[in-house]
């Protein structure tokens, strides 16, 4: 992610788009670390139909870059990728404080993951 501060309303509702300009989702939560103050991942919906059927992946922000240009998150991942990328259903999320869950994501992406 590029170095500059943004509030967590800004980035939610954010399109997260792959290099080639496909639309991978849009950001709808940030879980944060409240031992470290850390963003842990950004959740992101991708799929579905006005909001149903979508399944929400954990992705770090380590893992996107910021297109200021265009107002919009950059992961460098196809749709096929992403679709077998650790996800949920919104009904039912993992435990964020489970730091082997965490670990998987991050293993992922390959993003070194920050200490829990």
Not at 20 to 36: A, C, P, Q, W, Y
Not at 82 to 106: C, H, I, M, R
Request: charged residues 25%; proline residues 4%.
């Amino acid at each position: 992610m590029s170095n500059c501060v943004l509030s967590s309303s800004s980035l939610c509702g954010t399109d997260v788009k792959n290099s080639r300009g496909e639309s991978l989702g849009e950001v709808k939560d940030l879980m944060i670390d409240t031992n470290t103050g850390r963003v842990s991942y950004a959740v992101v919906s991708f799929g579905g139909f006005l909001g149903f059927g979508d399944k929400l992946f954990a992705i770090p922000l380590e893992a996107m870059k910021l297109n200021k240009n265009d107002e919009c998150l950059i992961l460098d991942e196809t749709k096929e990728r992403l679709e077998q990328a650790p996800g949920f259903d919104k009904d039912d999320w993992p435990s964020a404080a489970n730091p082997q869950w965490t670990n998987s994501v991050y293993d992922y992406y390959n993003v070194r993951p920050y200490s829990h």
